[in-house]
């Protein structure tokens, strides 16, 4: 049932690492005409942190870079991320809040941001990253304040003002079943139960060559979300390894691409892939997870990581 494969990016002030501008022009040839991708997510730019850094001042400047470069490409785009608890303006820290301005900030977000794109975006990701390992809520700002209330109302105001979206709850280790899969099953039976809005659970895959589940395990996990009629995509898609680059860990790391995404094409209601960026360098994983990296599938020079033609045979 795949429906779209594609890569996340940033618009060209937020790429991480300075000094690549000579690679600029070959990236976007593969990002935009190649025909590689049919679908696109902008990395950062529809973040809280950059669309409303300042309390109630809207600004939609990186993420329309992508949106607009999407719509030209002919692309499916995928939008992220209206609730989370990380990359917020900072200001939201230093309120006090009460539920009733809470409320108030985190539907005047939606409004805004969702609004502002409602005929862009195929998808949202409503809510990112709402769990902890264990199952139990993630202590958030937005739990803290309202509980899980705040999910419901994130969802409800989104139906409302997107919607031609199609709604997401998004979340990483949902790759086999585990204590988080079984509480975002929970989750989608709950609001499904309260008459909300909700079509889709992304499993961001963000996976690692060394460690990592079965083909089965994957298709659990899909299978369990499928079941409950909700589309299921894997939205931020990469596979880091441990430093330096071997031909051993490139071997592991294709068989981990292959193993996803070949779970994905063979579960009906997964819908499609979006790498998390497919140039190594523009990757976030060497500035979170130290010693490790070539986390995409396109190195340095361009040339292709033997994943690439894992995946096209797996899909
Ligand atoms: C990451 C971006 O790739 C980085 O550029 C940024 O500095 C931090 O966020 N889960 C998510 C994504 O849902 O939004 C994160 O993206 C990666 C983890």
Known sequence: GMMYFGSATDSPGQRERAGLEAAYSKYDEIMWKSGEFGSTTPTNGMKWLFTEAEQGVFNYTEGEIVSKNAKKAGQILRCHALVWHSQLGLWVRNVTWTPETMRIAIVDHIEKVAGHWKDECYAWDVVNEAFEEDGTYRKSIF??????????????????????????????????????TEATQKLVKD????????D????????????????????????????????????????????????????????????????????????????????????????????????????????????????????
């Open 191 to 198: 609001l499904r139960a309260k008459g909300i809005k909700i």
């Open 200 to 315: 889709g659970v992304g499993l961001q895959a963000h996976m690692m060559a060394e460690d990592h589940p079965t083909l089965d395990q994957h298709i659990a996990a899909i299978q369990g979300f499928a079941d409950l009629k909700v589309d299921v995509a894997l939205t931020e898609l990469d596979v880091r390894l441990t430093l330096p680059v071997t031909e051993a860990n490139l071997a592991q790391q294709k068989v981990v691409y292959a193993n996803v995404v070949g779970a994905c094409a063979q579960v009906k209601s997964c819908i499609g892939v979006t790498l998390w960026d497919f140039y190594d360098p523009f990757s976030w994983v060497p500035y979170v997870f130290s010693g490790e990296g070539a986390a995409g599938l396109w190195f340095e020079d361009f040339t292709t990581h033997p994943a690439y033609d894992g995946i096209i045979d797996a899909l």
């Open 143 to 180: 739990y803290e304040t309202l509980g899980p209330e705040y999910i419901e109302l994130a969802f409800k105001t989104a139906a409302r003002v997107a919607p031609k979206a199609k709604l997401y709850y998004n979340d990483y280790n949902l790759e086999w079943p585990n204590k988080k």
